[in-house]
């Protein structure tokens, strides 16, 4: 299914491109114009000079995984070692990924993996502000009545660099998406401008080529693909006010930029509660180590150019994935680059490797070299290599930084994220959206804690266990928090007991409220505590209004259960009274039964 809608920015005229180099000028808007750098002729130098660099340099990199593989298994360094699932994931055991696992086959059709977990796929097209065209896939429950698939609380997945919404998905009953959707949730994944294929609502013909279509960064990802997804769910979700934001690495960069962005506060006010997974603020200690990445840090502008191109970084690896994915050699090439490259291995991705070749099919989409010159582009004034602390920063046998202040020795104050300056509004009239941060305790590619550490130190609107949380996962490693085969445990069932623990709070918050306002109404004449007394009684009347479509209150059933997960949320705004009618179409393998249930009511989360 196939629908299309456009999110158009406040204030944005349809169709406006914007091309100029990225600038800190002003933080938080993007004002480019519409500029050709190259003639005809340069262009298609430029093209295939860095057609043949990038091949080599690809090809340098493969080489050298395959060496290092190979030495690695000389050595006996390739033996699986299964991880401790029990005491990391709070008792979850792994399911079978799919129940027809065996007879699968491995394709780049995303719709082909959710149809096989009994569920189905749509998808819509999004239009940002620059006339981008964005894919935004929905998972739905194709034997749900669509008056309860309406009550379901929306959740939206954003995926990593180079990545796309299948991270999401690719590992089965035991994805975080999976989870989401049986626990309740209307799961929404979003993809950013380009995904596997470019697609423009303003330039037309060969946009591979085109120089005007590859010239965005990463505050275009921020301030209009991130937004304008988010607009289109809440558009298709008219009964909820709030969603529920998941960003994996990029992604979790993305979120970030946007609840610091004032201009984009009528969003802030969408998001329930934000859960940045592996977040890419800080880079971690693999970026002293890995000579590759160095080498990229000290490329000049040019020399970038002869490299990668003006277009789409490294097009070849992605003509590779989009004709060779579905063979075992990609599977194991992928994992070999992995391995070498990024010193990640399999060990929580479960012991059958045809689940790790699903994941790596959904890999190599098209990033702009712009976005990535923004993480490595040692010639810029700003950027993710320039908030790398120096070696001597980080703790002696670990490879996070230290959590003393003066350690932190570079200055960034004119970077994205200054360590020791403030990143949201202080004021405290302002909502701050609550965060629940995810790192994996073997992540080097990023610096989860240092992240931790300044929320905690530098960002006043923020309370450890008000409104942020914080796990961090042993033995997990970037990528594991999407891939790994139990994060229904170490991430599901911790995001479950916070939202509990929130909405317990909000409540407790409410009781207090209430208390207050009738201690106010005992000093009020007669009158006016009877016009209070109504204007209450008519709020109330409010909240229990969802059933004739006209608002919605965003609480959700909990559901006490022994079977798979300890509890789940049902949809939102659903009264006891229709608990049973909710049981003749749940498709969440028994969760909901007709033996006892000890239910209540969930509170919106309101954290300010």
């Excluded at 090809?59 to 699932?85: E, N, Q, W």
């Excluded at 880079?283 to 990229?296: A, D, E, M, S, V």
């Excluded at 045809?354 to 702009?368: D, T």
Aim: include cysteine; charged fraction near 20%; aromatic fraction near 14%.
């Amino acid at each position: 299914m196939t629908a299309t809608a456009t999110a158009m920015e406040h204030g944005k005229a349809k169709g406006t491109l914007f091309t100029n180099e990225f600038s800190l000028v002003d933080e938080y808007t993007i004002a480019r114009t519409q500029t050709v750098e190259y003639g005809v002729v340069r262009k298609y130098l430029i093209i295939t000079f860095s057609s043949i660099a990038s091949i080599v340099y690809s090809t340098i990199l493969c080489t050298g995984a395959i060496v290092y593989h190979y030495y690695s298994k000389l050595m006996g360094r390739t033996k699986f070692i299964a991880p401790d699932l029990e005491s990391r994931g709070h008792g979850y055991t792994p399911r079978k990924a799919y129940d027809n696992l065996e007879s699968m086959t491995a394709t780049s059709d995303l719709r082909y993996y959710v149809r096989e977990m009994g569920l189905d796929l749509e998808e819509y097209d999004v239009e940002t502000p620059d006339g981008f065209v964005l894919v935004l896939h929905h998972i739905y429950d194709p034997k749900e009545r669509l008056e309860v698939r309406e009550l379901r609380k929306p959740t939206f997945l954003q995926h990593g660099l180079l990545s796309c919404s299948g991270a999401f998905i690719a590992t089965g009953k035991n994805s975080l998406a999976f989870f989401l959707h049986e626990a309740g949730y209307d799961v929404w994944l979003g993809n950013n401008r380009s995904w596997f294929r470019a697609k423009s609502a303003v330039l037309k013909g060969d946009l591979y080529n085109n120089e005007l279509y590859w010239k965005w960064g990463m505050k275009e990802l921020a301030y209009y693909d991130l937004p304008s997804m988010i607009s289109t769910v809440m558009s298709l979700k008219p009964r909820h006010k709030k969603l529920i934001l998941f960003g994996h690495s990029q992604g979790g960069l993305q979120g970030f930029l946007m609840l610091k962005n004032p201009h984009l506060e009528y969003i802030h006010h969408q998001i329930e509660l934000f859960v940045p997974l592996a977040p890419a603020i800080f880079p971690g200690y693999l970026f002293h180590t890995r000579n590759f990445i160095k080498i990229l840090c000290l490329l000049q502008k040019w020399m970038w150019t002869m490299i990668f191109g003006f277009c789409a970084v490294l097009r070849n690896l992605c003509l590779m994935r989009y004709y060779i994915s579905h063979t075992w050699l990609f599977g194991k090439l992928s994992y070999y680059m992995f391995k070498f490259l990024f010193r990640w291995t399999n060990r929580n991705w479960g012991s059958n490797k045809k689940i790790w070749h699903f994941c790596f099919i959904f890999n190599m989409s098209y990033v702009s070299v712009e976005l990535m010159q923004y993480y490595l582009g040692g010639f810029n004034s700003f950027g993710f290599i320039l908030m790398l602390q120096p070696a001597a920063a980080f703790e002696q046998n670990e490879e996070f930084s230290a959590y003393d202040v003066a350690s932190c020795t570079k200055d960034d104050s004119q970077l994205f994220f200054p360590y020791q300056k403030n990143w949201f509004n202080i004021d405290k009239s302002k909502r701050k959206v609550p965060i629940f941060i995810v790192v994996g305790e073997e992540d080097y590619l990023v610096d989860g804690r240092k992240l931790w550490q300044h929320m905690i130190d530098f960002e006043p609107g923020y309370t450890n266990g008000v409104n942020l949380e914080y796990v961090s996962i042993p033995t997990y490693n970037h990528l594991d928090v999407c891939w790994a085969e139990d994060i229904i445990g170490t991430i599901g069932y911790p995001f479950n007991m916070i939202i509990e623990r929130m909405a317990k709070a909000a409540k407790e918050r409410e009781v207090e409220e209430e208390k207050l306002a009738v201690s106010v109404t005992d000093l009020v004449p007669p009158l006016v505590a009877n016009q209070t007394q109504t204007q209450t009684q008519t709020r109330n009347q409010d909240q229990y209004r969802n059933t004739d479509g006209n608002q919605c209150d965003d609480s959700a059933i909990v559901v006490e259960d022994n079977n798979d997960l300890a509890f789940r949320l049902v949809p939102s705004n659903i009264l006891l009274d229709n608990v049973n009618a909710l049981k003749d179409n749940s498709t969440s393998g028994g969760l909901v039964k007709d033996a006892e249930l000890d239910a209540k009511r969930r509170a919106p989360i309101e954290v300010y």
